[in-house]
């Protein structure tokens, strides 16, 4: 199935193994049911999924309810093998925009690298924090920019702000990880050394003080970690952040930006549109 354009989603049925080619910077979409697991096979060619790249002629069982899109800068044949929700092909995808924030990432990060030993604002990687309204696509975009990073050598900090999740420890927790390799296509973010507190629920509304005092004993922390680690300071952080947009929402995300010293705004919208702004 070639890739032009965005087909139809096909519905659940009795699929058998079946094969797409996938044309350059294009992408497969799948949604796997509830109760079943796929299996995803790259025959030919090169492919990702969030920025880790599928192994070759290996089978990769995705787990249930995943939401994944196989993408491929130079062409792919991909396998499928089970059931799914909907399965369909794009080239209507803002992968270019995003490895192009990854490039202005990377290079941010080696100049804070040349810059150690000096002025230590100089020395300090990029803070990214990703923003925008539920369903936006931000832990997406975290994934791989994290995973990118971590492919060049870089040891880049996760921050997880999103307490309706958790995508590092369980929901009502705000945490933080390094992570040292691409991030793991079925297993998801790594757990060795997660630095987690415990809010307690999974809205912050309920009490946004304990939320905020939280935030800042994290920041600090890691604040302490960077003053240690020159090549963790110069790879930065990368913050995931909730859907939560408005009123007391968009009062959280500014103390965010304030008390992890944000320097890269990530804002992504409904149709997944990415605007850069430095702070």
Not at 62 to 73: E, L, N, Q, V, Y
Not at 181 to 195: A, Q, R, S, T, Y
């Amino acid at each position: 199935m070639a890739a032009t354009g965005a087909a139809a989603p096909a519905p659940a049925a009795v699929q058998p193994l079946r094969q797409f080619k996938l044309d350059p910077q294009s992408e497969l979409r799948v949604e796997v049911l509830p109760d079943a697991t796929l299996r995803v096979r790259l025959v030919s060619g090169t492919a990702e999924i969030f920025g880790t790249e599928l192994p070759p002629e290996g089978w990769l069982t995705i787990p249930p309810r995943s939401k994944i899109a196989i993408f491929t800068w130079h062409g792919a044949t991909v396998e499928l093998d089970g059931v799914s929700e909907s399965e369909y092909t794009s080239d209507e995808t803002p992968m270019v925009i995003y490895v192009n924030t990854h490039a202005i990432l990377d290079a941010r990060r080696a100049r804070a690298r040349a810059a150690q030993g000096g002025d230590l604002e100089a020395s300090q990687g990029p803070r990214v924090i990703v923003v925008g309204p539920t369903d936006s696509g931000k832990s997406t975009l975290c994934k791989m920019l994290l995973s990118w990073a971590a492919k060049l050598g870089w040891k880049p900090t996760y921050v997880d702000l999103d307490i309706g999740q958790g995508s590092i420890t369980i929901p009502g927790c705000i945490s933080a990880t390094p992570i040292e390799k691409p991030i793991d296509i079925v297993d998801g973010i790594p757990l060795e050394m997660p630095l987690a507190y415990f809010y307690g629920h999974p809205n912050p509304s309920i009490n946004p003080d304990v939320y905020k005092a939280l935030m800042r004993e994290l920041a600090q922390t890691l604040e302490t970690q960077f003053s240690g680690n020159a090549e963790s300071r110069a790879a930065g952080m990368v913050i995931n952040t909730m859907g939560w947009v408005e009123g007391l929402g968009y009062e959280l995300l500014l103390n965010a930006i304030e008390i992890f010293k944000a320097n890269v705004v990530l804002v992504l919208g409904q149709a997944s549109a990415t605007l850069l702004c430095s702070v």
